[in-house]
C-alpha cells in the first residue's frame, strides 16, 4: 500500500522560503518517479518539478532558478527547496510517485495521469 505524507507547508512573508518534505511508504523513491504539484483555488493543478529515478529534473517556468527538487535515497524522502517565494506561490502543495520511467519530452509536460499515487497535500501561503 503505498501513502506519501507531505510537511513543511506554512505561512511565509514574500521573500522567504521553505522546504517541504515527502515521506513515502509502500515505495522507494530511488525507483520512481517523483514530483510535485499544486492547486490553488479556482485553478488547475499544476506541476512544479520533477526527479526520475535517474536524477534527471524538470522545472515549470515560473519555479525556475526559485525551487529546487532533490530526494534522499538512504532516508527515503522527497524534497521541495522554495526560495524568493511570491504570493502567486500560495496553493496547496501535493508530493506525487509514478512507477513508470518516463520518457522524454512527456516528462517535462508534469501530466498529472503519469503520477497515480498523491498525498493529502500541505499549505503554502505566501502574504
Known amino acids: 500500500h503505498v501513502q506519501l505524507v507531505e510537511s513543511g507547508g506554512d505561512l511565509v512573508q514574500p521573500g522567504g522560503s521553505l522546504r517541504l518534505s515527502c515521506a513515502p511508504s509502500?515505495?522507494?523513491?530511488?525507483?520512481?518517479?517523483m514530483a510535485w504539484f499544486r492547486q490553488s483555488p479556482g485553478k488547475e493543478r499544476e506541476g512544479v518539478a520533477a526527479?526520475?529515478?535517474?536524477?534527471?529534473?524538470a522545472y515549470t517556468d515560473s519555479v525556475k532558478g526559485r525551487f529546487t527538487i532533490s530526494k534522499d535515497n538512504a532516508g527515503n524522502s522527497l524534497f521541495l527547496h522554495m526560495t524568493n517565494l511570491k504570493p502567486e506561490d500560495t496553493a496547496m502543495y501535493y508530493c506525487?510517485?509514478?512507477?513508470?520511467?518516463?520518457?522524454?519530452?512527456?516528462?517535462?509536460?508534469?501530466?498529472?495521469?503519469?503520477?497515480?499515487?498523491r498525498g493529502q497535500g500541505t499549505q503554502v501561503t505566501v502574504s
Open positions: 506525487a510517485a509514478s512507477a513508470s520511467f518516463i520518457l522524454t519530452p512527456r516528462f517535462y509536460r508534469f501530466e498529472s495521469s503519469d503520477y497515480p499515487y
Open positions: 509502500g515505495l522507494s523513491v530511488s525507483d520512481f518517479s
Open positions: 526527479i526520475r529515478r535517474d536524477d534527471l529534473t
